[in-house]
């Protein structure tokens, strides 16, 4: 076997953008035929230069556990799951030709620049780019300009920006004003386009076109749905203006939230988020996951991965639960906590939790609604067909001196539930199963 630290790296970080997977790199002579490349569902790979003298073949895998889930959602998840193997190999071949055939171990600094450059490689070949027929550097550019920003205030805001690169409008400009070049001059600049009321709309050959603002996402073109999707007002921070303008206008948006994090859009959907120098996918598969989980009802299953996405975003803790049978929360969730009990309940003998129930109206249940419910101490746990069984409820749990409050609740719920979201205050999403962690998510 060759000694490939460089190819090791790349390993390394696309196991980390791709939460749950495993990479497998083999080796052959240049002069040896290739094995076999492996295919199937959850599975990617991609074969090119290795090490002086051998090729590589580098695969994917999605976790066998989460891949029977992952695989019916064919989408945005799995369209990055295809382009990592191809861009990790280019980026370790240009690492190869940089390092000379004997490369000591990577620094940090190295190995910084070597995740951002495999998340440059699978954007420029994102069909939402437009291929590799189109100019990759200008998303380079991009990534090190939100980089920079994030570490910067400007008349002591914390900086938001957004920007979506597309060609929506195809007239030759009437002057040139280059991103993000011409912009790092520009002291407030970013505060214009903050992402959230505005954000900047940038052409394929990197220069900087129009403002486009929030009240007025119709004014380049106009697409189904007038209005930003109905819980972004909680969700903007996040980037909701951001993927909706990368729905209705095509191209990629990038979103830099005050919390420092890089978040990127294509096609309306998040796929990648940059947190504390290192890339992870977003989990778009969850929701069919989870619908999977519950007998198929996707609608629920979405409700609760917007609202889980919510509270993630703005950084609160929370427990979401499905179940199939209120009955199997008796002895777990007290009477006082079960909103689907409210009525069962006599009037006089009622308890002031019991009374406010019925001034809560939950009976067509949004992600918003969800969210503020949700961002309560205690479980919000639902049923399959999405209606609400209880908020702010108290899962009665044996404590763990090795784990939180919230996680030992959640992991005696998910003991009874069909599936259990927990979201933590640092904006990881934990997935549980029969007591089980499945997967952690956004961590």
């Known amino acids: 076997m060759p000694s490939d630290l460089i190819g090791e790296a790349v390993a390394a970080s696309i196991a980390e953008i791709l939460g749950g997977s495993s990479v497998e790199l083999r080796y052959s002579p240049d002069d040896a035929p290739l094995p076999p490349v492996t295919d199937g569902p959850g599975t990617a790979s991609a074969v ?37 193997p191809d861009a990790g190999l280019r980026v370790a071949a240009s690492f190869w030709t940089l390092a000379g055939s004997q490369p000591g171990p990577l620094g940090p600094a190295l190995r910084r620049a070597l995740r951002d450059m495999i998340v440059v490689e699978a954007l420029g070949r994102h069909h939402a780019w437009g291929g590799p027929a189109h100019r990759n550097n200008l998303i380079a550019e991009t990534v090190e ?31 040139e004003f280059r991103y993000p070049r011409d912009l790092r001059t520009v002291k407030r600049a970013p505060l214009l386009f903050d992402g959230q009321r505005a954000l900047l709309v940038v052409d394929r050959q990197g220069r900087a076109r129009t403002e486009l603002q929030s009240h007025r996402l119709d004014r ?26 990368t729905r209705r206008l095509g191209g990629v948006g990038f979103f830099l939230r005050a ?69 199997r929360l008796d002895g777990i969730v007290s009477p006082k906590d079960r909103y689907d009990l409210r009525n069962f309940f006599d009037p006089m003998a009622m308890q002031a939790e019991t009374r406010l129930h019925h001034l809560i109206e939950a009976e067509d249940l949004d992600a918003q609604t969800l969210a503020r419910l949700a961002a ?26 090795h784990e939180g409050a919230r996680t030992a609740a959640a992991t005696t719920l998910s003991q009874s539930a069909e599936i259990v979201l927990k979201v933590s205050a640092d904006g990881d999403i934990t997935v549980l199963r029969g007591g089980e962690v499945i997967a952690t998510l956004l961590g």
Do not use: C
């Not at 002086?52 to 989460?66: S, Y």
């Not at 309560?376 to 001196?401: E, F």
């Open 48 to 84: 090119g230069a290795g090490p002086p003298g051998w090729k590589a073949t580098l695969t994917v895998r999605l976790a066998e556990r989460i891949a029977p889930l992952a695989t019916p959602a064919i989408g945005p998840l799995l369209d990055i799951l295809r382009l990592l």
């Open 145 to 175: 300009f939100l980089i920079e920003l994030s570490g910067t205030r400007v008349e002591s805001h914390d900086l938001t920006h957004g920007v979506i690169i597309t060609d929506v409008l195809q007239d030759a400009p009437r002057l």
């Open 220 to 245: 380049l073109i106009s697409q189904s749905g007038g209005a930003v999707d109905a819980y972004s007002s909680e969700f903007s921070h996040s980037g909701s203006l951001v993927a909706e303008a």
């Open 259 to 327: 919390d420092r994090t890089i978040w990127v859009f294509a096609g309306g959907d998040p796929l990648l988020m940059r947190r504390a120098e290192h890339w992870t996918t977003f989990p778009l598969a969850l929701a069919a996951a989870i619908a999977n989980a519950i007998g198929g009802n996707a609608a629920t299953a979405d409700v609760v991965v917007q609202a889980a996405f919510i509270i993630s975003a703005q950084r609160n803790g929370a427990i979401f639960a499905i179940v199939d049978d209120p009955k």
């Open 376 to 401: 309560l101490d205690g479980a919000t746990i639902l049923d399959r067909d999405g209606h609400l069984l209880a908020y702010g409820a108290i899962v009665t749990s044996s404590d763990s001196q």
